[in-house]
């Protein structure tokens, strides 16, 4: 094997090892009960999109405010929206064409935690699309409706062509 095919070769398996490492940090973060509090979960969904975000080039705004009771957050809820999230962002990745996303995640509590809600958005200001003829996006917006039903949340999704989108995501903790 001549050098510069070694060299390519050696650099796909780092890669591969360096996703490999990325998914079971998500796995731990998914499972460990010690993220299991609001706030450790927007600090994670907020590096994961800043990330994702960067690496694309887009500005990002964030608006994660800090939980004033700081709830607990199940497990399912913590993994459906973290899928949901990356869903998102692969979306404006592939097809939104824009240049801003900015990204909205925080938590009220009415009375006791027992009370406890979450609201997540992403929106961008891409082109946007027509919601009436989504068949090019349909396996992506089936897995978020999807997604959301698993977890007994409500799922909305404003789009317009030339007008960005934005997904909004409201359920209990």
Known sequence: MEKDALREKLRSIGAEAQEVAQHLRDV????????????????????????????????????????????????EVKRQLFLLLRECLN????????????????????GTESLATYFLEVRDNGQGFDLENTRHFSNGLKSMTERAEKIGANLEIKSAPGQGTAIRVEGSL
């Open 91 to 110: 979306n404006i990745a592939k097809h939104a064409q824009a240049t801003e996303v900015h990204l909205t995640f925080q938590s009220r509590v009415f």
């Open 28 to 75: 731990v973060f998914i499972i460990n009960p010690r993220f299991d509090v609001f706030s450790e979960v927007q600090a994670y969904y907020r590096e994961k999109a800043h990330e994702f975000l960067d690496d694309l080039g887009l500005d990002a705004q964030f608006d994660f405010p800090k939980p004033e009771h700081n709830p607990s957050v199940p497990p």
